[in-house]
């Protein structure tokens, strides 16, 4: 009898294992299939950008491979279009728009996190209620208030519709509410006023989600695209940047024809500062996010 029971055992513990076996390769399956479907878009602008414009033309169906390596489409892309002026450009709106945008936010949750006024939380909700409505709607007011105010063509368009974020408030506030009473109520008996509370405690605390904002901020700056051509009108000074500097550059205006391979070594130039930024800070940011969503 005791046998019967531990053969049975031994064979339950069997099923176990192959059943966590087809489960784990399951799994591994899915996600070695998810990762090719992601890869494969890098893939192919890499093995664009090496062809010439004649192989890319006349092949049909595209090759996997190109027949001819021309790395000189990254120099050429370089140095096409006035690459300098639209990256100086993204670097000013990304520097300005980061460092002040932080400042709101870092007040901005202060004050819904640790000061008590009234209607603190009705207003709190308002603003979360935002974030269901379309950007779109927003960019369509923010685009007829910057024409009446006349500021096409320049740096206050590309800057200050965009200063206040909802999500980073929301994430920043949460993140401050996780700091214990018990240092504002101690930092308050030694006759430590709000402000200094603020920058000596709670930012200091807060860092990893004060510098994920700042990396993600950064990056929506670097990937504007749609605002930035909004706001620009001919006959003024062209405040483009490097995303906008993809899409006007690379064809030739006599044939109306578009370089592609010089473009896709452009996307590939613009797009490797993020995937850098993104493979040192990913744990960093998503740290930040998690810890921010525990509690508020």
């Keep these: 009898m005791e046998n019967t029971v531990t053969l049975n055992a031994e064979q339950a513990l069997k099923k176990q294992k192959v059943t966590k076996v087809i489960i784990k390769i399951f799994v591994y399956a899915f996600l070695i299939v998810v990762a090719i479907t992601t890869l494969f878009p890098f893939y192919w602008m890499i093995n664009t950008s090496l062809k010439s414009q004649s192989d890319y033309i006349n092949q049909n169906p595209q090759t996997w491979f190109p027949t001819e390596i021309h790395f000189e489409n990254y120099y050429n892309a370089l140095n096409n279009a006035n690459f300098s002026d639209y990256l100086i450009n993204t670097i000013i709106v990304g520097i300005t728009s980061t460092a002040l945008g932080i400042i709101v936010t870092i007040f901005a949750a202060f004050a819904f996190?640790?000061?008590?006024?009234?209607?603190?939380?009705?207003?709190?909700?308002?603003?979360?209620?935002?974030?269901?409505?379309?950007?779109?709607?927003?960019?369509?007011?923010?685009?007829?208030?910057?024409?009446?105010?006349?500021?096409?063509?320049?740096?206050?368009?590309?800057i200050l519709p965009f200063l206040v974020s909802v999500f980073y408030i929301y994430l920043l506030r949460n993140n401050f509410k996780q700091i214990p009473n018990e240092l504002y109520y101690a930092a308050k008996v030694d006759g430590t006023s709000d402000m200094k509370y603020l920058w000596k405690v709670m930012v200091p605390l807060s860092m990893p989600t004060i510098t994920s904002i700042t990396i993600l901020k950064l990056m929506a700056a670097w990937n504007s695209y749609i605002w930035p051509r909004l706001v620009n009108v001919s006959g003024g000074r062209p405040m483009r940047l490097v995303a906008n500097w993809l899409m006007v550059s690379f064809t030739d205006a006599q044939t109306n024809m578009t370089h592609y391979p010089m473009r896709m070594a452009g996307v590939f130039i613009v797009s490797l500062p993020l995937f850098i930024v993104f493979v040192f800070f990913r744990k960093h940011i998503m740290r930040s996010v998690s810890r921010s969503g525990t509690k508020g």
């Design 113 to 158: 996190a640790r000061l008590h006024f009234k209607g603190r939380d009705t207003l709190f909700a308002l603003l979360l209620a935002t974030m269901m409505l379309p950007g779109e709607l927003f960019q369509i007011t923010n685009l007829v208030t910057t024409m009446r105010l006349g500021w096409q063509n320049s740096f206050i368009a590309l």
